[in-house]
Structure formats: C-alpha cells, structure tokens
Nanobody, 121 residues
C-alpha cells in the first residue's frame, strides 16, 4: 500500500485546513486508516482514525469537535478537516494505514510522507 499525503500549509489561529491522503496498491488489506502528527522535539502521536469499511471514527481528546476524519472508498482517499486550529496543532502530519483499527502507532504498517501544518499569526 502506498500513501500520498497533501494539503498542509500555514494558517492563522482559528483557521482551517484540509489534509488529504491518497491510497494505492493493496487497498483490500486496509482495515483502518489514521492520521498522526509529530511536533519538533516530541514523539509522533495519534490524532484520528477511521474504519475503512464501516466509517467509525476515533480522535484524541485535544482535537475532538475541531477535527473531522472522513474517507471516500470509491476514490481511495482519506481526509482530515481541521477547524479552529491552534498553535499547538503545529506539526508534521502523517497518514497511515493498518490491517487493524487502532490508535497505536506500532499497528500501522504503511505510512505516507509527512505534510507540514503550521498555525501561527
């Protein structure tokens, strides 16, 4: 499975961004897809995940109500809509795919390249 992330950029606090992740290859292996982020000097952390088949979603507490993860099975894409962005959301964001649905980084077998999100005035 190959993953290609896009959509990062610079946005002011309170603004919005949409990240996209395009999947190709052995899509039928995928059960869960997720977004992770890594800020400078910090560990990569789970942000959100979606059940590729059923569409159930999961978020870390700090983004609940602000971020929305969605998928389009026909296009093999996953999006992350980020609203009410805060400076602490600044990080490199990675999309990932897994054979299970999990918030654990170790369960994700496939990773896209990161895309930078910077929230600053």
């Amino acid at each position: 499975v190959q993953l290609q992330a896009s959509g990062g950029g610079l946005v002011q606090p309170g603004g919005s961004l949409r990240l996209s992740c395009a999947a190709s290859g052995r899509i039928f292996d995928i059960i869960g897809m997720g977004w992770f982020r890594q800020a400078p000097g910090k560990e990569r952390e789970f942000v959100a995940a979606i059940d590729w088949i059923g569409g159930n979603t999961y978020y870390i507490d700090s983004v609940k109500g602000r971020f929305t993860v969605s998928r389009d099975n026909a296009k093999n894409t996953m999006d992350l809509r980020m609203d009410s962005l805060k400076p602490e959301d600044t990080a490199v964001y990675y999309c990932a795919a897994s054979r299970v649905l999990s918030p654990a980084r170790a369960h994700y077998d496939y990773w896209g390249q990161g895309t930078q999100v910077t929230v600053s005035s």
